[in-house]
């Protein structure tokens, strides 16, 4: 084979990371397997027949919804997101404040592109999403992270922070926090944290991306308002999708913000994918309208707190209690287990053995951790299967722990 | 307004170029104006009802099409496209030599990561498709550009172009070209020409991007084989779109070459959109399995011949013959016009005085030229519309020549 691509390659695509996830995809579809490790919804909760009812969409506007769309978003669905969001926006963004994007990834990606220079830090949690540190990380982001506790990001330590980091010449470009049920800890910001984060950005002058992928599946409790309610002054930019509220498939998510930078955003999601497809943006559309996001929200809560609730029965049945600790997330996607004596490697390997699979937890931290801890799902899997899979789990680790 | 997100955009974000037809469209939506701005298809050839057909496979297979792809993207596309490329490809390629885009655009930006750090050379028709220049340019890319004349790029030039490149210390990283009925300039690469870029890029280790949106929307003459079917060494990686031969609303592109750099574009597309919309790649594909992209493709070609026929022959009823020159495309969307002694910007102001609109040639160049030039899309509007605002046109060159 001719050596001219190899020889050719960007210094970020010898540097790129696979995700981790990606890379045990053949190790997870052996038979048998149970998984714990992708972060799917399940598809019985998918509303398959009210989603159809949209389709006829493409007969009646289809001219329109075939053609090339405005790179901003189907004008349609702004509207609509902009009134639906707005108890957790604290008002109605305007149109030019919102930009759709395919998936709230390329949200993250565009962020990259219009914040970062190779050098860069962001402020990220300690862990956070793999697939963010990923994006920034291609786009030459170093990081300074910060750690979660149950209350969320621990956002008292980050003004030393900063401070030591500009001490040290380095140029922060923004904060970047799942605030709700966070992507991998579970954990939730207080109202408190919101606030002192917001007076942070204020003062260091360090805007915020606010990535809300879960804030709407949530199984106890009540909402808080989102970071961007709380600053009226324009410093943080709001990422949601459709991925958890109806279905990854249609690839569209959204961010809201000040005009500067969704204007920035928007003219670099031109050159990367021109618009995002008005076909799944007029079907999501079409649910929307039809009131079917408020009224089939319930059942996926009521089905992923029924398998939250069995997760953590079955951990509590079969793990080894002394060993392994988690805290019980009010939502979202993920349990995140604390493991200190077990190193999650050797138990990743040793549970593919009993065919149960989960994510282990070194790749959701930015600047190394997470040797004893791992990610599980709880979503995707029957009641049933995830009491069979954490059982496996726990004869691993107790095997392990011998 | 605060100035946080200003103050800290990375300088890309600075020096980023929104797209001049973007920047337009606000003149070009006032009422009564004729435009040939927009490369955009003509919605009355869209196969609605046929696309429509294929939506009970949401129905059929929902939790599927719903629930995340893979980044890869849907197999039973690829093994259609497989087959139905294998004529214009020299063979069938294999699923893993293949990777579904966000458009064909989105494979251009792929390229961006893969290939480009800051600082290196694209090789560049002169000029080209302008939303190529800004993915590459965003990527950090400079140019070295080659003229095109009635026989495509002017390859027998390209070897001095790199010796020279070479010894001033630049790092060539590919070769982009757009084969056929090349955007803008409408002409096609011959035969000879595609065997000879071959041979330069073996001789100089530089891959190249083949870019062929318009490949299939032929009018008079063969088809020529792909440059991809001239190179058995895998060094050419070829860039499809179902915008042009089915509708652009479908978001669907897709790249066929060598795995090595298909698996790199994979993983940064990963990070930029996860995977694109199973939903509109099913759509796609059961439009495709019916087998009405084979009958429909002749009537977007009958409906595109019509329009460029009138485009020439208003041309020569309404332009001042011996100040404008052309050739006329063999397949595509675009007419280019070459005005020794008009200005193209004063031409563009004095024509949407009169409500028609072009683009003019500037922005085609990655490192200067085309103010002599007019870019005239012919599939967008009807042969009467067309001659009216060619008529207008003639009449504002005619002005600006007195």
Not at 376 to 399: H, Q
Request: hydrophobic share 40%; proline share 7%; charged share 25%.
């Amino acid at each position: 084979m001719s050596k001219i691509w190899e020889s050719n390659f960007s210094n970020k695509a010898k540097n790129v990371r696979p995700s981790p996830i990606r890379e045990i995809l053949s190790v997870i579809r052996q038979p048998g397997m149970i998984s714990f490790a992708g972060g799917m919804p399940a598809p019985e909760v998918f509303p398959v027949k009210e989603f159809h009812k949209g389709v006829d969409a493409l007969l009646n506007d289809g001219p329109n919804l075939l053609q090339y769309g405005t790179t901003e978003g189907y004008p349609p669905l702004k509207e609509f997101l902009s009134g639906w969001t707005a108890p957790r926006m604290g008002r109605k963004v305007s149109l030019d404040e919102m930009l759709l994007t395919t998936g709230s990834q390329q949200g993250l990606d565009l962020m990259g592109w219009a914040m970062i220079d190779p050098g860069d830090y962001i402020i990220t949690e300690d862990p956070s999403y793999l697939a963010a540190i990923t994006a920034f990380h291609n786009h030459g982001s170093r990081f300074i992270s910060i750690p979660v506790d149950a209350r969320g990001m621990v956002v008292e330590i980050i003004p030393e922070a900063i401070e030591k980091a500009r001490a040290e010449g380095k140029n922060i470009k923004f904060i970047y926090t799942i605030v709700n049920f966070q992507n991998p800890a579970g954990s939730t910001m207080t109202l408190e944290r919101r606030k002192k984060l917001v007076e942070i950005s204020h003062k260091y002058n360090i805007p915020i991306l606010e990535d809300d992928p879960y804030g709407y599946v949530r199984y106890d409790g009540e909402h808080l308002p989102s970071i961007f309610s709380l600053d009226p002054d324009g410093g943080v930019i709001y990422a949601g999708t459709f991925s958890k509220i109806l279905a990854p498939g249609t690839r569209i998510g959204w961010c809201s913000g000040n005009k500067d930078i969704i204007r920035k955003l928007t003219v670099f999601k031109q050159a990367t994918d021109l618009c995002s497809s008005p076909i799944t943006q007029a079907l999501v559309y079409e649910y929307c309208k039809m009131g079917y996001l408020d009224s089939h929200l319930p059942n996926i809560i009521a089905n992923y707190r029924e398998k939250r609730d069995a997760m953590d029965a079955s951990f509590r049945k079969h793990l080894p209690l002394d060993e392994v600790s988690w805290v019980k997330p009010e939502g979202g996607f993920f349990f995140w287990l604390d493991m200190p004596n077990i190193d999650a490697k050797t138990l990743f390997d040793k549970a593919i053995e009993k065919k149960v699979a989960f994510v282990i937890g070194a790749p959701f931290f930015a600047n190394g951790g997470g040797e004893h801890n791992a990610r599980m799902n709880f979503t995707f899997s029957s009641p049933e299967v995830i009491d069979e899979g954490v059982k496996r789990l726990g004869e691993a680790m107790r095997e392990m722990l011998k």
